[in-house]
């Protein structure tokens, strides 16, 4: 039975049931869990997290200082995935066309021909995206949010499964230009890693002092079978409960009056999504409240533009979480 027979997509809503090998949608996505887990010490929820974005379909943005792991965790993931690979390296000249490509003179066939860029790709690791200026960022940015990259005005689909994991330095760190509101949006999560603790440290740096471990990896999951992982996930179960309670922790970030940009409605969508991939990891066949307020902070977080900037987003939405009512039913 192939990958994409395992999974039956409804033609129904999203939201109600469809017909869905849980078992083979778990195994695969701890697969991905555990491949990555091999080379990345102390880092168990910050690997989850980078998983259940690509299994939600979305993209993962990595935060941190340099030399934290941020790239690591990126490579594992995308090794861990077979498909075509790419990467790019965020510079403040690296120019639009050099991510999406770009239309040449063929002197062999008199025309003009479309030379795809590394845009194009099944997984697409851009290292350092604030470190590029923003016009170049909003030429991904297309691609992330609509699939698609227009090039001399011509629209050129991207492959499927598709998805983006980039990492970015703190806004304090020299030579960065942040990324606005619209953009931090096109991510499902943002996951900030912080420092390891002690022993895990010593692991890596022991194991690296032999040899870059990430390079030993082999692909767990093939891109056919990924977009089938993908596929049963937005048939997971999502009862309206559940739902509800999804809508109201996104409600409350628009009422918070800490609050100058609360979160949108394409927020609420990646934070249900993210929610049926925790689900799915579980191993069950329907969301949880527990899985909502797992995925609230690393989906929301980032997307908050605060009053003052003193305040912590993070602090702000798991208060939020503490605050609103849970649904006692799924």
């Given amino acids: ?13 999203v939201l109600q049931p ?33 998983v259940v974005a690509v299994l939600s379909g979305g993209h993962a943005l990595i935060e941190d200082t340099p030399g934290s792991g941020k790239t690591t965790i990126a490579r594992a993931v995308a090794r861990s995935v077979a498909g075509r690979f790419q990467r790019i390296q965020g510079t403040p000249d ?11 003179w063929d002197q062999g066939r008199h025309e003009f021909v479309f030379v795809a860029g590394p845009v194009f790709a099944h997984v697409l690791l851009l290292d350092e995206v604030n470190r590029t200026p923003p016009r170049t960022q909003s030429a991904l940015f297309e691609a992330m949010d609509e699939g698609a990259a227009t090039v001399d005005g011509v629209r050129h689909r991207m492959p499927e ?23 931090l949006d096109r991510f499902a999560v943002r996951v900030r890693l912080g420092p390891l603790d002690p022993a895990a440290e010593l ?28 596929h049963g996930v937005r048939g997971l179960h999502v009862g ?15 009422d918070e009056p800490r609050v100058v940009l609360g979160a949108s409605s394409r927020a609420a969508i990646c934070l249900v999504r993210v929610a049926q991939a925790h689900a799915v990891l579980a191993g069950r066949e329907y969301v949880m409240p527990d899985d909502v307020q797992r995925s609230a902070v690393p989906v929301l977080a ?12 993070e602090a702000l939405v798991a208060g939020i979480v503490a605050a609103t009512p849970v649904p006692v039913s799924r």
């Fill in 302 to 313: 980032h997307r908050l533009r605060l009053a003052h900037v003193g305040d912590s987003a």
């Fill in 240 to 254: 309206e409960p559940v739902l509800r309670y999804a809508l109201a922790l996104v409600h409350a970030t628009r």
């Fill in 18 to 50: 469809s017909v869905v090998d849980t078992s083979w949608l778990t195994e695969q996505a701890r697969s991905l869990v555990t491949n990555v887990s091999r080379v990345v010490r102390g880092r168990d929820e910050a690997v989850r997290l980078v």
């Fill in 203 to 230: 692991l890596v740096v022991r194991e690296q002092l032999v040899r870059a471990t990430v390079e030993d990896l082999l692909p767990v999951l093939s891109a056919s079978d990924l977009l089938a992982v993908q």
């Fill in 94 to 104: 690296l120019l639009p066309t050099d991510i999406t490509g770009s239309t040449v």
């Fill in 1 to 13: 039975m192939s990958s994409r027979e395992r999974v039956l997509v409804s033609t129904s809503p």
């Fill in 161 to 183: 499964p598709f998805f983006v994991v980039a990492t970015q330095n703190p806004v304090e760190q020299h030579g960065t230009y942040p990324l606005p509101e619209g953009q």
